[in-house]
T-cell receptor, first 116, second 113 residues
Framework: GAGVSQSPSNKVTEKGKDVELRCDPISGHTALYWYRQRLGQGLEFLIYFQGNSAPDKSGLPSDRFSAERTGESVSTLTIQRTQQEDSAVYLC??????????????FGPGTRLTVT | QQQVKQSPQSLIVQKGGISIINCAYENTAFDYFPWYQQFPGKGPALLIA?????SEKKEGRFTISFNKSAKQFSLHIMDSQPGDSATYFCAATQETSGSRLTFGEGTQLTVNP
């Protein structure tokens, strides 16, 4: 079956503009995660969804970042008034279940965001 | 807050050699420790994982060694191959808290032919 897909694969935007990044998880996966990967660094957790609720938003770096999820399907990460420090690869992952079980997280290919 | 520290940052190994990557963690509530492999332009993929109730886990050429008292774990790649050249990340999570992953900084492995 299809893996996690993300769009766009690349996004170049001007400082101050808003951007929306999309994630389509694997069908049937109830848990969805967003991570950010700066150049040459590890992944930083942003937000976790279980179904369409977000029990853990603690990784969102500022109130310019928000995310939503429709049911157990698509998720959108929105960054308002983008800044140059937002430039990174944004990765989405999904798994069968979040809390209480060690289900593998499957990652998408990421969206490379460049803020000029 | 960096809770998982990984070393070395980069590693060059000859084909057939052993690659060793080390990680140390701080949060004793972590109870699941996966390793991920990432190729350029791709998302990370799970390689192997361990829980703290065992000291070693082996899958093919890949072995995790775990030292709970030292709060350290390491990945050993036996008979390293050029196709193993990638970036490797250790991670840790607490399964009862949504399983969000805390990643190390990554190790760029190059296996020379």
């Amino acid at each position: 079956g299809a893996g996690v897909s993300q769009s766009p694969s690349n996004k170049v935007t001007e400082k101050g503009k808003d951007v929306e990044l999309r994630c389509d998880p694997i069908s049937g996966h109830t848990a969805l995660y967003w991570y950010r990967q700066r150049l040459g660094q590890g992944l930083e957790f942003l937000i976790y969804f279980q179904g369409n609720s977000a029990p853990d938003k603690s990784g969102l770096p500022s109130d310019r970042f928000s995310a939503e999820r429709t049911g157990e399907s698509v998720s959108t990460l929105t960054i308002q008034r983008t800044q140059q420090e937002d430039s990174a690869v944004y990765l989405c992952a999904s798994s069968k279940k979040g809390s209480g079980a060690s289900y593998e997280q499957y990652f998408g290919p990421g969206t490379r965001l460049t803020v000029t | 807050q960096q809770q998982v520290k990984q070393s070395p940052q980069s590693l060059i190994v000859q084909k057939g050699g052993i690659s060793i990557i080390n990680c140390a963690y701080e949060n004793t509530a972590f109870d699941y420790f996966p390793w991920y492999q990432q190729f350029p332009g791709k998302g990370p993929a799970l390689l192997i994982a361990i829980r703290p109730d065992v000291s070693e886990k082996k899958e093919g050429r890949f072995t995790i060694s775990f030292n709970k008292s030292a709060k350290q774990f390491s990945l050993h790649i036996m008979d390293s191959q050029p196709g193993d050249s990638a970036t490797y990340f250790c991670a840790a999570t607490q399964e009862t808290s949504g399983s969000r992953l805390t990643f190390g900084e990554g190790t760029q492995l190059t296996v020379n032919p």
